[in-house]
């Protein structure tokens, strides 16, 4: 068989047709390994873009990203929290803020992120503004792992041959396969998660790809845009379990929480999503000007932290999969809600903080 060439794999896109596994596979490899040039890179994302990802393709460049990647070895199942960007809301850090949460109720949680895309302020800002160090190497990730129940990967760290297609990405400026490449390719190989994706066409794939890795998770993308379960609008979510892929709708006033004012979970800089991420986990009822957005927020996460429980609980074989996703949510909210209550967050946040220091080389 000839030998694979980057016209070919373009010519196949350009004419609508999909990748094989093979095809796939050795243009990713060709882009992480430094073989290919920037004008290939961006020949590709696009192109594939244009013609729409399929899952076997998405799959194929997930193995590769991992397999050059610098992994974390965990000897527990363990949960992420995170997702695509691109939903331009300038939203506060509802994913970090759910993790952290989640870690609080007890599902050990590696979070992989980087800094801001779409948004003020990315996982990564916030977590260093807090005072946690980010970049920490895989061993060291491993141990905050073990010793506190909470990780976060940085992704330049466990992905260094992702920089071969920072310069395409960055003069590019619109979201292309790589968006859903990071959620899907935790260095620890995370068994559940709870993925937003901020362009809802993509998400179902995102959802096949997850199932045919043996991953727990449901996929979410709020009707208002937003990459992660909404707090002001129903939110469409594609439930990963043993028996498949369920698309089903979450509608908070269901849970018993009032759709929120969107502006309530806008966020601003570093500084100030770092003082409102301590506000909403301090278990502090909020008397000042913040009060209004506390409570609002608190509800977002809330909603978030009760489907990452239950990804969670799916992993360890825990809970009845079998019943309505919004019915188990209801199961699981009161335990989220009892961590932000208690401020429980906060105090291992701050164990979080004091051991990254610690360890920090």
């Known amino acids: 068989m000839a030998p694979l060439t980057w016209p070919q794999i373009l010519r ?9 596994t093979q095809s796939a596979t050795w243009a990713m490899t060709q882009i992480l390994d430094g073989d290919a040039t920037d004008v290939q890179v961006a020949g590709f994302v696009t ?42 809301s300038h939203s506060v850090n509802i994913s970090t803020m759910t993790a952290i949460v989640a870690a609080a109720a007890g599902a050990p949680v590696v979070k992989h992120g980087n800094r801001a895309a ?13 005072g ?46 790589f968006n859903l ?51 002001s609008a129903v939110t469409h979510a594609w439930d990963v379990t043993a028996t498949g892929i369920r698309e089903v709708l979450i509608d908070p006033r269901d849970l018993g929480i009032d759709f929120v004012a969107a502006e309530l979970i806008t966020g601003g800089d570093r500084v100030r999503n770092a003082e409102l991420l301590r506000k909403t986990l301090s278990g502090v009822k909020a008397t000042d000007l913040d009060a209004d957005r506390v409570a609002a927020i608190r509800d977002a996460v809330a909603l978030n932290a009760a489907a990452a ?30 961590v932000l209550e208690s401020g429980a967050g906060i105090v291992l946040l701050d164990r979080w903080i004091e051991l990254t220091r610690s360890l920090k080389p």
């Open 12 to 20: 196949t896109l350009l004419s609508g047709s999909d990748l094989s």
């Open 47 to 88: 192109s594939l873009r244009a013609k729409g990802e399929t899952p076997v393709e998405v799959r194929a460049l997930v193995e590769v990203m991992l397999a050059h990647a610098n992994r974390v070895k965990v000897d527990t199942v363990v949960l992420d929290v995170v997702g695509t960007g691109g939903d331009n």
């Open 118 to 130: 779409s948004s003020s302020t990315g996982t990564a800002d916030v977590l260093e503004e807090l």
């Open 132 to 177: 946690v160090v980010i970049d920490l190497p895989p061993e060291l990730v491993e141990v905050c792992a073990e010793k506190v129940g909470i990780a976060f990967c940085f992704a330049p760290i466990h992905h260094p041959a992702m920089r071969y297609a920072v310069t395409a990405r960055r003069e590019l400026g619109v979201p292309t396969v």
């Open 181 to 231: 490449l990071g959620p899907l390719t935790n260095p620890a190989l995370a068994q559940s998660a709870l993925i937003g994706c901020a362009d809802k066409s993509r998400a179902p794939v995102m959802a096949d790809v997850l199932e045919r890795r043996g991953v727990k998770a449901i996929v979410v993308h709020g009707a208002d845009g937003l990459d992660e379960i909404s707090a």
């Open 309 to 338: 429980l239950i990804a969670y609980d799916a992993a360890i074989g825990v809970g009845d999969s079998e019943l309505a996703l919004q019915e188990r949510m209801g199961k699981a909210l009161p335990r989220a809600r009892a």
